[in-house]
């Protein structure tokens, strides 16, 4: 009979607790899905959206800027502009090849 009491008590304590659990965790999740707080959520995720698109915009801006810097250059190499005659006296097309360790082609590709 003792230990039917203590067994009575003891699950009468776990129902009573899990109870307490259960509509602790209800009430928590219904307020996360007010539509005040299903609002400020999206503001923030709409803030931090925004803030990454300009972030992302703006590293491929500066990226693309190094870019046509490297490609000028190589432009600038491969073409004869300014006054110092220095560069060999062969057409342009040849002094590219010669430049890369190639035979110049005989046409266009």
Known sequence: ???RIIWMGTGMAVG???????????ETTVERYLPEQVAERAAVQARDLGRTV????????????EREAELREQVQA???????RTVSSAPPSHRAHQARGRKPSRGRR
């Open 54 to 65: 300009r972030e992302a915009a703006s590293e491929g801006r500066q990226v693309m800027r």
């Open 16 to 26: 009573a607790g899990s109870a307490f659990w259960a509509k602790r965790k209800v």
């Open 78 to 84: 491969r073409t004869f502009v300014g006054t110092d």
């Open 1 to 3: 009979m003792f230990k």
